[in-house]
């Protein structure tokens, strides 16, 4: 087997702590292990066109969403649909920064407030919209959605720089706020609306077929990966992975991981279940981003998690 064969190009959704069981997969040495060399990379592409790397074989493992998969079956995208394989969160990692401390926070209090968004994906806000749904009494209609920055790190520095009362950020974003002392964690948005497969890997049947070993080896370090994670301190996770992390510092790092690890943003299981699933079509179909539910078997492939 040449050396080709035995280097996995793993694909990430971004570089941020909420995927770091994708991160600790390579860095920890789980996928050593298993005597593949792993490399990670930017996640190539926008929208469905992100899952055609998995089938021209530029990437082999994508760290992604089913959002991605509604979007290629939505546009009716040509080809063989990648299937989602295994779930990397189990939680919305989205979290809201306020200006005032957070222990008397309600949901209602967004309500003629200012909420700093990003419109770096439709995901988020999607999701965030089916959590205030779903809570008594929040009109969402009152809230004044400030979504003109590109990505997190743009609309945290406009929280910093005085726009708006909250601001909607993954990890490490939120937490460096904090520690920075600009504002206070408020609300999780994953604690509130509870699990659904927010983040995913997706592989192409291709690569599953005529690579079984590989796919078979990634999927067992994964899964080590995610037990060690489970079983293992903020501390020791940072510490595996802070390299990945330049200028951003060891506390900030620690504190993200156990705000992740609180709304128990990562399982030991890395089946994709099947109510998880439909928690994502609902928050799809809500925000109008698609018409009708695409069955679980279209999109979804257990198979080498569940082995």
């Known amino acids: 087997m040449t050396v080709k064969n035995k280097t996995l190009r793993i694909a990430e959704a971004a570089r941020s702590v909420f995927y770091i069981p994708i991160l600790a997969t390579v860095e920890a040495g789980f996928l050593a292990q298993e005597g593949y060399e792993g490399i990670l990379g930017p996640e190539p592409g926008k929208g469905a066109d992100r899952l055609k790397q998995l089938n021209q074989g530029i990437v082999d493992v994508l760290g992604n969403t089913p959002t991605l998969s509604f979007l290629w079956l939505e546009q009716q995208v040509q080809g063989d649909l990648p299937v989602q394989v295994a779930t990397v969160n189990h939680r919305d990692g989205f979290f809201l920064v306020g ?15 200012g909420l700093v968004t990003s419109n770096f994906s439709l995901q988020p806000l999607a999701s965030l919209r089916l959590c205030l749904s779903e809570i008594p009494g929040v009109d969402a209609d009152k809230i004044r959605l400030l979504n003109d920055y590109a990505n997190m790190a743009l609309a945290a520095q406009a929280f910093r720089d005085g726009v708006g009362d909250f601001v909607h950020l993954q990890e490490p974003f939120a937490s460096v706020l ?3 002392g600009v504002g206070f964690l408020a609300a999780s948005v994953g604690e509130s609306l509870g699990p659904l497969a927010f983040s995913t890997l997706a592989m192409s049947r291709k690569f599953i077929r005529e690579r079984a070993d590989a796919a078979e080896a990634f999927m067992r370090a994964y899964h080590a990966t995610l037990r060690w994670l489970d079983a293992s301190t903020p501390e020791e996770i940072v510490s595996a992975i802070i390299r990945l992390f330049e200028g951003t510092s060891h506390n900030v790092l620690v504190r993200s991981v156990k705000n992740c690890k609180a709304i128990g943003c990562w399982q030991p299981d890395p089946v994709i279940s099947r109510e998880s699933y439909e928690r994502m ?17 279209q999109v979804v492939y257990t198979g080498l998690a569940e082995k």
Do not use: C, N, S, T
């Open 281 to 297: 079509v609902d928050m799809w179909i809500q925000a109008g981003h698609m018409k009708r539910r695409y069955p679980f078997e």
């Open 99 to 113: 200006r005032k401390a957070g222990d008397d926070f309600r949901w209602k209090d967004l309500e003629g407030a």
């Open 178 to 180: 904090v520690e920075d």
